[in-house]
């Protein structure tokens, strides 16, 4: 009896657990039946309705509408939950909230995580950080081709999306070895993610939308020759699960850690990568050099941004294309790096093809594919 008991004993909280990422985590852990797993937690501003063809198997889902920026709510979720994955966060580089909200959510909210798991006694933390806490800089400097967790960056930002996930996972990783109740030191570490892909990706969405609208085409827009890092989104929520369990038994070694999140996704740029999934789906990438000369990109971006400072009062205008946007698509910025192999074991669990079928799949699958 005292087996069993000690054999299902773990509560894990995943905040965030019904975005695109999060669902995959929670999945995830259901899937690899995580051998202690008695109950996991979902914390959510929005609940979604596939939690409840969840709540029939062995392991107790629990689902918390909650809002990370009240430290009494989470503090409610955290308590007695042995991992805390921080994956919410207001994923927002297109200026549809104000730099006050994004800040809130994701710094204050990751403060509030924190502390409650200081003040309740939860002693395993993993936050989803990003590549965005690299780069691009205010300088404009390139980012890096191939670059790792070592590589050296100046990363100074203005934008407040990466701003924000910057000083949140400052944040995590200070809070690495801090008392939590009953004495014992909090082990935290962060994944950093390229853009990711996969079921469930709005963006890839939008661009497929848009190239139905425009006759089954998309326009080329970046050169080619500007790689952009891509991973799949079941390979980002098997990180995330390796990481939960093995944190205990490697705090030493991966505590205040960084991992960046990487799999066999190629080298492409962004619009090339894209076209992996759209192409499949009946839309072709029109033209082997951008249409519009980058001159004129970089016009339309300021345009762009200073219509929405304008109509702001009045609507929300939020185009794809604004400054950021523009500098984040038109920078290289790939990882080539094995640290979470090394630190903790990770090997891909879909291979590359794989992950591509199952992206073609679900897009065909939500839009049906065009005659
Ligand atoms: N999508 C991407 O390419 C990348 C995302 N990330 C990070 O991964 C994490 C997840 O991102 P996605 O799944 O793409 O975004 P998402 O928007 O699909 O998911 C975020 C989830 O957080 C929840 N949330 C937002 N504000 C909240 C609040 N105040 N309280 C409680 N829950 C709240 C949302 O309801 C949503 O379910 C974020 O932290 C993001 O910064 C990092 C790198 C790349
Ligand atoms: C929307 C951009 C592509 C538009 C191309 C244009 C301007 C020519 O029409 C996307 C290009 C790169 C994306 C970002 C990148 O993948 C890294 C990210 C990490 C995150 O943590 C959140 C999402 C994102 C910022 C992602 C957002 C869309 C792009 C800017």
């Known amino acids: 009896m005292a087996g069993t008991a000690q054999a299902q004993e773990q509560v894990y909280l995943v905040t965030g657990g019904c975005g695109f990422l999060g669902e995959h985590v929670v999945r995830m852990l259901l899937q690899q039946q995580e051998p202690r797993l008695r109950e996991i937690r979902i914390f959510d501003l929005h609940l979604s309705p596939w939690l409840e063809e969840l709540k029939t198997g062995p392991v107790q889902v629990t689902a918390i509408q909650g809002d990370v920026t009240q430290a009494h709510e ?3 979720a955290v308590a007695g939950a042995h991992v805390v994955i921080h994956t919410a966060g207001l994923v927002d580089v297109f200026g549809r909230s104000s730099p006050k909200t994004i800040h809130e959510v994701n710094v204050q909210g990751t403060k509030n995580v924190i502390e409650a798991c200081v003040q309740t006694g939860t002693r395993f933390l993993v936050y989803t950080s990003s590549m965005e806490v690299v780069g691009p800089n205010i300088k404009g400097h390139p980012f890096y081709s191939r670059g790792n967790e070592e590589t050296p960056y100046e990363a100074v930002h203005s934008h407040p999306y990466p701003c924000s996930k910057a000083l949140a996972e400052q944040l995590v990783l200070e809070a690495n070895g801090r008392r939590v109740r009953g004495g014992l030191p909090l082990v935290t570490c962060a994944l950093r993610p390229t853009g990711i892909y996969g079921e469930g990706h709005q963006i890839m969405r939008d661009f497929y939308r848009q190239g139905l609208r425009l006759g089954c085409r998309l326009f080329r827009a970046i ?3 500007v790689e952009h890092g891509r991973v799949y989104v079941g390979n980002v929520a098997w990180m995330h699960v390796l990481v939960a369990r093995e944190l205990e038994q490697r705090e030493k070694l991966m ?6 999140c990487y799999d066999e996704s190629p080298y ?11 192409a499949p789906c009946g839309l072709r990438l029109v033209g082997t050099r951008p249409l519009v000369p980058y001159w004129l990109l970089v016009l339309l971006a300021t345009l762009n941004a200073l219509l929405q400072w304008l109509l702001r009062p009045f609507l929300l205008y939020a185009p794809m294309l604004n400054p950021y946007t523009l500098a984040v698509a038109n920078t290289t910025f790939t990882v080539s790096t094995n640290k979470a192999q090394r630190h903790f074991g990770y090997e891909p669990l879909f291979s590359w093809e794989d992950s591509r079928n199952r992206t073609i799949r679900w897009v065909q699958a939500v839009e049906g594919s065009p005659s």
């Open 268 to 278: 492409k740029s962004y619009e090339d990568f894209n076209m992996e999934f759209l």
């Open 223 to 225: 050169p080619a020759s």
């Open 255 to 260: 505590g205040g850690q960084v991992y960046f």
């Open 74 to 76: 989470v503090a409610a």
